[in-house]
């Protein structure tokens, strides 16, 4: 049974904190995923990573950045957070194009 | 541009009613589309892909080209179905693109 497994189900930040989201997949997938989930805006890319080390820009990076140092986890960084970055972020796997993508159980983030 | 694009933000039928959940896309290329599915407190997953033809929980997806469609049916919806649903659009070597999805509401 494929697993991505995010860290924290909720977490509630300060606004200008630094915040750290992980993700961890255990199908040996190439490709990892960061969106964001907001009602009626479906859901958003903000960064994707297809090999090790490697990352592109989604839709809305802005005030986000990644890491992959290891196949398996796929980290998301918010910089220094604020109240419009308050949403549910999804991080998905996937193995090559085209194929289903596995989904996490997802992060709501709240920054006050 | 890719678009997809689900124009229903809710939709609300009583059990055993037909449900379609509407779907439709703009990509100059053969497109690959999907619906996902998101039950309450659950992850999202993966409904059903065109290329497959199969059908999921009595859902059944027909890719209309003509009509650039992906339209989602049910003949006899059930409470269970009540979830967000969302269709995408794959293309390129990576990319997913996600309608702003439908919340579907089964009422008994």
């Known amino acids: 049974d494929v697993k991505v497994t995010q860290s924290s189900r909720y977490l509630v930040k300060r606004t200008g904190e630094k915040v750290f989201l992980e993700c961890v997949q255990d199908m040996d997938h190439e490709n990892m995923f960061w969106y964001r989930q907001d009602p009626g805006l479906g859901l958003r890319l903000i960064y994707f990573s297809y090999d090790v080390k490697m990352k592109e820009k989604g839709d809305i990076p802005e005030g986000y950045s990644v890491s992959r140092e290891k196949k398996e986890r796929f980290s998301l960084i918010l910089e220094s957070a604020s109240t419009n970055q308050t949403s549910m972020y999804l991080c998905?796997?996937?193995?090559?194009?085209?194929?289903?993508?596995?989904f996490g159980q997802g992060t709501r983030l709240t920054v006050v | 541009a890719q678009r997809v694009t689900q124009p229903e933000k809710l939709l609300s039928v009583f059990k055993g009613a037909p449900v379609e959940l509407k779907c439709n896309y703009s990509y100059s290329g053969s497109p690959e589309l999907f619906w996902y599915v998101q039950y309450s407190r659950q992850r999202l997953q993966l409904l059903l892909r065109h290329i497959s033809r199969e059908s999921i929980k009595g859902f059944t997806a027909d890719l209309n080209k003509g009509e650039t469609s992906f339209h989602l049916k049910k003949p006899f919806a059930q409470e269970e179905d009540s979830a967000m649903y969302y269709c995408?659009?794959?293309?390129?070597?990576?990319?997913?693109?996600w309608g702003a999805g439908t919340k579907l509401i089964i009422k008994p």
């Open positions: 995408a659009l794959s293309w390129g070597n990576y990319q997913l693109i």
């Open positions: 998905a796997s996937s193995p090559p194009p085209g194929t289903e993508a596995f």
